[in-house]
């Protein structure tokens, strides 16, 4: 049974940083963090393959950075100067053997996690 287990939220204040991971059951060759801020819908945050191709979302470019390991089977999410616009759940991802490239959009992933809370306050 697939399980992915995200860990390491937590409240922060603005200009903060926070590292969030997550733990596969098994490899999977794409993998991507997503987050659901309150009251609004799921978005893509980074995804990252194989082979160190990545994707990362303009609105954290520069600030986040996307990790894959793929003898661990972990994928971290390195978070900088956090703003309260950051407040969200934080969700795991994992996509199908057929995703090879790294993907922001949610239809492409087929396993998510339980998911983890980051709070960033002013």
């Known amino acids: 049974q697939v399980q992915l287990a995200e860990s390491g939220g937590a409240s922060v204040q603005a200009g903060g940083s926070l590292r969030i991971s997550c733990a596969a059951s098994?490899?999977?060759?794409?993998m991507g963090w997503f987050r659901q801020p309150p009251g609004k819908e799921r978005e893509g945050v980074a995804s990252?393959?194989?082979?160190?191709?990545?994707n990362t979302a303009d609105s954290v470019k520069g600030r986040f950075t996307i990790s894959k390991d793929n003898t661990k089977n972990t994928l971290d999410l390195q978070m900088h100067s956090l703003k309260p616009e950051d407040t969200a759940m934080y969700y795991c991802a994992a996509g199908p053997p057929t995703l090879t490239a790294p993907s922001l959009q949610h239809h492409a992933y087929m396993f998510w996690g339980q998911g983890t809370q980051v709070t960033v306050s002013s």
């Open positions: 098994s490899f999977f060759y794409c």
């Open positions: 990252s393959c194989k082979y160190g191709d990545s």
